[in-house]
């Protein structure tokens, strides 16, 4: 075994038994526990979870290539601004009046604001967003066994579904939670500790924030000699539509993220959530004001390499081309096309190469010259990114089947001891399918996400929103808006995705151009028009409901909310 490996592997087996020792600590025997973690979380901790929960694959493998590779600089700060603007929507308009009203899930939410049919909407639709967005945090799995311990991608999903599974089932929430702590403590540290090596190597100064400002100027210099557009100019990499749909969809989409949303029923009180969410937007900046800086200086590296002529003469770039993840052109493996001796990976043309997003980041140490211990440790913490989202998302599943169709629709007498056996039998099931459609990704870990956070956008946010502030919202309107922005959004999907990603794919054009990363934004304004509209035809809700509504958000707690929170309404 090479150096990396034997420190690939000290980092994940130590950060693996550590998770697995915290969920049996944890572990759980009510649904309360299971499902909210008995809602006794401290802010400080749940901010963390939040963030470990939020910060997938995608924002620590995926993001500095999509930013750097894949829209050339400036446009890709839509990551940036839609994932970051998200949190200040969820806080300022949905965390804390949902927590005031009690409900575990979004579907228990659905269905008590609304009415089952509803619930049901809802519970189709939270397991569309999780299974999509859990797609992508085993892909980045695969992409991180697959390089560093050199196992197929295969096995290394089927590793990481092994330990989700061990500790999701054994400790829901609670179990949860508390990895989620410890993963994102490994995560930052992984993220932080190469991005502060590379800047201080490159640039003398020890802050990555202060040392991208420098750097910039030499990148722009060498994005022009090799034919990229200039880093920091405007839409090179998108155009002005798609970058606001883009940037729209990711904003609304975090705010109706169902795995996201649940975080805040485990805060004790409505305050401890808005706490919560204050301190996961304070855990997360650590990260997103880091990726861009991991980007431009890795991206530095490559052009310096490939303007040297020596890019493939370094031992990663031979050790991810082994992998599958840097190839020629056709896919296939790397050829000097024009025969001038050396691979040249450029703006034009005349480009011989393609980098995948997903190995950035991952391969960042490495391109910057780190030890071994760095390569091993940011290994670990892309694991700990994938491995905590995807329990959330796991847990939101298991929820939804045992709580909101089995418990509410087939056996609403059933002992919590039965509840818990659903929930666990049902989170295996997802983890299996999980798997099975994380080693057959169709497209990288961001890009997969991004589509997650569409349907999010165009299913949840509308009517969690509209269930807060508008009281005459009808349990018609909300059912048929869902079902609206899931089919279109959905569908739109299907018409516009690569016909080699999946069988159900079409590969059509995208129509007016409107790239399908970006269309859960369309779906959501047609989710609230239809709700708008419907609402106006159909049966208001009880009068009880409707003065609910307005009392949530007084400061306080009323009697109707307390009477509602015990279940006595």
Same mark, same amino acid.
């Given at each position: 075994?090479?150096?990396?490996?034997?420190?690939?592997?000290?980092?994940?087996?130590?950060?693996?038994?550590?998770?697995?020792?915290?969920?049996?600590?944890?572990?759980?025997?009510?649904?309360?526990?299971?499902?909210?973690?008995?809602?006794?979380?401290?802010?400080?901790?749940?901010?963390?979870?939040?963030? #470990?929960?939020?910060?997938?694959?995608?924002?620590?493998?995926?993001?500095?290539?999509?930013?750097?590779? #894949?829209?050339?600089?400036?446009? &890709?700060?839509?990551?940036?601004?839609?994932?970051?603007?998200?949190?200040?929507?969820?806080?300022?308009?949905?965390?804390?009046?949902?927590?005031? $009203?009690?409900?575990?899930?979004?579907?228990? $939410?659905?269905?008590?604001?609304?009415?089952?049919?509803?619930?049901?909407?809802? +519970?189709?639709?939270?397991?569309?967003?999780?299974?999509?967005?859990?797609?992508?945090?085993?892909?980045?799995?695969?992409?991180?066994?697959?390089?560093?311990?050199?196992?197929?991608?295969?096995?290394?999903?089927? =590793?990481?579904?092994?330990?989700?599974?061990?500790?999701?089932?054994?400790?829901?929430?609670?179990? =949860?939670?508390?990895?989620?702590?410890?993963?994102?403590?490994?995560?930052? +540290?992984?993220?932080?500790?190469?991005?502060?090596?590379?800047?201080?190597?490159?640039?003398?100064?020890?802050?990555?924030?202060?040392? $991208?400002?420098?750097?910039? %100027?030499?990148?722009?210099?060498?994005?022009?000699?090799?034919?990229?557009?200039?880093?920091?100019?405007?839409?090179?990499?998108?155009?002005?539509?798609?970058?606001?749909?883009?940037?729209?969809?990711?904003?609304? &989409?975090?705010?109706?993220?169902?795995?996201?949303?649940?975080?805040?029923?485990?805060?004790?009180?409505?305050?401890?959530?808005?706490?919560?969410?204050?301190?996961?937007?304070?855990? =997360?900046?650590?990260?997103?004001?880091?990726?861009?800086?991991?980007?431009?200086?890795?991206?530095?590296?490559?052009?310096?390499?490939?303007?040297?002529?020596?890019?493939?003469?370094?031992?990663?770039?031979?050790?991810?081309?082994? +992998?599958?993840?840097?190839?020629?052109?056709?896919?296939?493996?790397?050829?000097?096309?024009?025969?001038?001796?050396?691979?040249?990976?450029? &703006?034009?043309?005349?480009?011989?190469?393609?980098?995948?997003?997903?190995?950035?980041?991952? %391969?960042?140490?490495?391109?910057?010259?780190?030890?071994?211990?760095?390569?091993?440790?940011? %290994?670990?913490?892309?694991? %700990?990114?994938?491995?905590?989202?995807?329990?959330?998302?796991?847990?939101?599943?298991?929820?939804?089947?045992?709580?909101?169709?089995?418990?509410?629709?087939?056996?609403?007498?059933?002992?919590?001891?039965?509840?818990?056996?659903?929930?666990?039998?049902?989170?295996?099931?997802?983890?299996? +399918?999980?798997g099975w459609l994380g080693i057959n990704p169709p497209g990288f870990a961001g890009q997969v996400v991004a589509l997650a956070f569409g349907l999010a956008a165009a299913t949840f946010f509308p009517i969690l929103v509209l269930g807060v502030f508008w009281k005459k919202c009808t349990a018609a309107g909300a059912a048929a808006g869902m079902s609206v922005g899931l089919i279109v959004t959905a569908a739109y999907f299907v018409w516009t995705l690569p016909a080699e990603s999946a069988w159900f794919f079409l590969g059509k054009d995208p129509i007016l151009d409107i790239a399908p990363t970006g269309f859960g934004f369309i779906g959501m304004l047609l989710n609230f028009a239809v709700i708008i509209v419907v609402s106006q035809f159909t049966k208001k809700p009880s009068e009880t409901m409707q003065e609910l509504v307005e009392e949530i958000r007084y400061p306080g707690r009323t009697d109707l909310?307390?009477?509602?929170?015990?279940?006595?309404?």
């Open positions: 075994m090479s150096d990396i490996q034997i420190w690939t592997l000290v980092f994940v087996v130590l950060t693996f038994s550590v998770y697995i020792y915290v969920a049996y600590a944890s572990r759980v025997s009510d649904t309360s526990g299971f499902y909210v973690a008995g809602g006794g979380i401290p802010a400080p901790a749940n901010g963390a979870a939040i963030a #470990a929960d939020w910060m997938s694959a995608a924002s620590f493998i995926s993001m500095a290539g999509l930013i750097a590779l #894949a829209y050339n600089g400036y446009s &890709g700060s839509a990551f940036l601004m839609g994932w970051t603007g998200g949190y200040v929507l969820l806080a300022l308009l949905l965390a804390p009046y949902l927590r005031k $009203f009690g409900k575990y899930t979004i579907p228990d $939410f659905v269905g008590d604001r609304y009415n089952e049919t509803a619930r049901l909407i809802a +519970v189709v639709c939270a397991i569309a967003v999780s299974l999509t967005y859990v797609v992508g945090q085993m892909a980045g799995v695969g992409v991180v066994f697959s390089r560093f311990l050199q196992v197929d991608t295969t096995v290394g999903v089927l =590793i990481g579904m092994t330990i989700v599974l061990f500790y999701a089932v054994l400790g829901g929430m609670k179990g =949860i939670t508390w990895t989620q702590v410890c993963q994102y403590s490994v995560l930052i +540290v992984a993220y932080l500790i190469p991005a502060v090596a590379i800047s201080a190597k490159l640039t003398d100064i020890p802050l990555p924030q202060i040392g $991208f400002g420098q750097i910039l %100027a030499e990148l722009e210099v060498l994005q022009s000699e090799l034919g990229f557009g200039e880093y920091t100019s405007a839409l090179t990499g998108n155009s002005q539509l798609n970058m606001f749909l883009l940037t729209a969809t990711l904003m609304f &989409g975090t705010a109706g993220l169902p795995h996201v949303i649940v975080r805040f029923y485990t805060a004790k009180n409505v305050r401890a959530a808005r706490y919560s969410a204050l301190w996961a937007l304070f855990f =997360i900046a650590l990260l997103y004001t880091t990726a861009p800086t991991v980007a431009a200086f890795a991206k530095y590296n490559i052009l310096n390499e490939s303007q040297a002529g020596t890019l493939a003469d370094q031992s990663w770039f031979e050790k991810w081309a082994d +992998v599958g993840l840097i190839t020629g052109l056709d896919g296939g493996a790397v050829t000097d096309l024009n025969g001038n001796g050396a691979i040249d990976f450029l &703006g034009s043309s005349a480009n011989e190469v393609i980098i995948n997003n997903d190995i950035l980041v991952l %391969a960042s140490p490495e391109i910057g010259g780190l030890p071994a211990p760095i390569v091993g440790l940011v %290994a670990a913490g892309g694991l %700990a990114a994938a491995l905590s989202t995807a329990s959330g998302l796991l847990l939101v599943i298991s929820s939804a089947v045992a709580n909101d169709i089995y418990h509410k629709r087939i056996n609403p007498a059933a002992p919590e001891k039965t509840q818990l056996l659903v929930a666990r039998i049902s989170m295996a099931v997802a983890v299996v +399918v999980a909310v307390a009477k509602h929170a015990q279940g006595d309404v």
